[in-house]
T-cell receptor, first 114, second 114 residues
Framework: DVKVTQSSRYLVKRTGEKVFLECVQDMDHENMFWYRQDPGLGLRLIYFSYDVKMKEKGDIPEGYSVSREKKERFSLILESASTNQTSMYLC?????????????FGEGSRLTVL | AQSVTQLDSQVPVFEEAPVELRCNYSSSVSVYLFWYVQYPNQGLQLLLKYLSGSTLVKGINGFEAEFNKSQTSFHLRKPSVHISDTAEYFCAVSDRTNAGKSTFGDGTTLTVKP
């Protein structure tokens, strides 16, 4: 069964802390994505990567960075967490080999910044 | 640029009644269309997709959607809903030119009442 695994389901951090959200996929997908989900705003793309060591900004990259050192792993980094980054973070992957845009999602990481 | 509009933010319906969740999109190129479902505290999972061919697409759990190119719509329907269909539903669009990126609507919360 195909799988996208996010390392933490729930995190509580303090303002100014550095936060790492990890995502691993076992489908050998080229593309990986980080979305942020807030009530009434749908899913907003933070960053995506279409290859190892490659990254592209999405619609709301400010305050975030990413790392993709291996094909299966895509990390989201909050250098200095702020309260307005309290949200649900969703990782997804896809392959251009079959259906462009068909995404496979992890369970989500709910981050609270105090 | 692409955009997706889900016309209803909340849809309450009684069990065994039919339901339609509406989705309109805009794009300057040919698109792929998706509906995803998100149950509470979970990630998104694919419900159905339109790539090409027949405009009526069948998905999991008895859902179907109809692609209407002239009206740029992709409405989701189910003839008889169950309590277990209570969830948030997202419409999304992508195309071959954007490395598999998807644009999401804001979501529709379907609440099925007994």
């Amino acid at each position: 069964d195909v799988k996208v695994t996010q390392s933490s389901r729930y995190l509580v951090k303090r303002t100014g802390e550095k936060v790492f959200l990890e995502c691993v996929q076992d489908m050998d997908h080229e593309n990986m994505f980080w979305y942020r989900q807030d009530p009434g705003l749908g899913l907003r793309l933070i960053y995506f990567s279409y290859d190892v060591k490659m990254k592209e900004k999405g619609d709301i990259p400010e305050g975030y960075s990413v790392s993709r050192e291996k094909k299966e792993r895509f990390s989201l980094i909050l250098e200095s967490a702020s309260t307005n980054q309290t949200s649900m973070y969703l990782c997804a992957s896809s392959t251009t080999g079959t259906t462009p845009g068909e995404l496979f999602f992890g369970e989500g990481s709910r981050l609270t910044v105090l | 640029a692409q955009s997706v509009t889900q016309l209803d933010s909340q849809v309450p319906v009684f069990e065994e009644a039919p339901v339609e969740l509406r989705c309109n999109y805009s794009s300057s190129v040919s698109v792929y269309l998706f509906w995803y479902v998100q149950y509470p505290n979970q990630g998104l999972q694919l419900l159905l997709k339109y790539l090409s061919g027949s405009t009526l697409v069948k998905g999991i759990n008895g859902f179907e959607a109809e692609f209407n190119k002239s009206q740029t719509s992709f409405h989701l329907r189910k003839p008889s809903v169950h309590i277990s269909d209570t969830a948030e539903y997202f419409c999304a669009v992508s195309d071959r030119t954007n490395a598999g990126k998807s644009t999401f609507g804001d979501g529709t919360t379907l609440t099925v009442k007994p």
